[in-house]
């Protein structure tokens, strides 16, 4: 059938092997939580984790995370390994992500650009810049 041919390519794809620092194999397995995904369990959040496996590094998870409203919810905390250079020790960041940050400013220059008063150049800015 083709869900078992389509498990087949999702239990191959949930599992990932790579090396570190000293050659170390490190093996993920998440195979089996693929191969169990059915319509009724994938939501939002499922998708989300998807996507940013698949497109890592690609610069499309900012955007969908504003896009799905998740963005305060999913990148609130997060773990970095180190802050100077060479420093491989993991730290936790927290940072405050605010409603106005959802959206970007609008450039300064095409508001000047404007045939409006001041006040309307100011009400026509994005909230919070």
Do not use: C
């Not at 939501?43 to 984790?49: G, R, S």
């Not at 496996?53 to 773990?79: C, H, M, N, P, V």
């Amino acid at each position: 059938s083709a869900r078992e041919l389509i498990n087949v390519i999702r239990g191959r794809a949930g599992k990932w092997r790579w090396n570190n620092n000293g050659n170390v194999a490190k093996v993920e397995d998440n195979s089996a939580a693929m191969i169990a995904a059915t319509p009724a369990t994938i939501d939002i959040n499922y998708i989300l984790a998807e996507r940013s496996r698949e497109y890592y590094a690609e610069g499309y998870r900012r955007f969908d995370l504003i896009r799905t409203q998740k963005w305060a919810e999913l990148s609130t905390t997060f773990s970095i390994s180190g802050i100077n250079y060479g420093d491989h020790t993991p730290v936790t960041v927290t940072r405050t992500i605010t409603p106005n940050l959802y959206l970007r400013p609008i450039p300064q220059g095409q508001i000047d650009g404007m045939q409006m008063t001041d006040e309307e150049k100011k009400a026509y800015q994005n909230p919070g810049y």
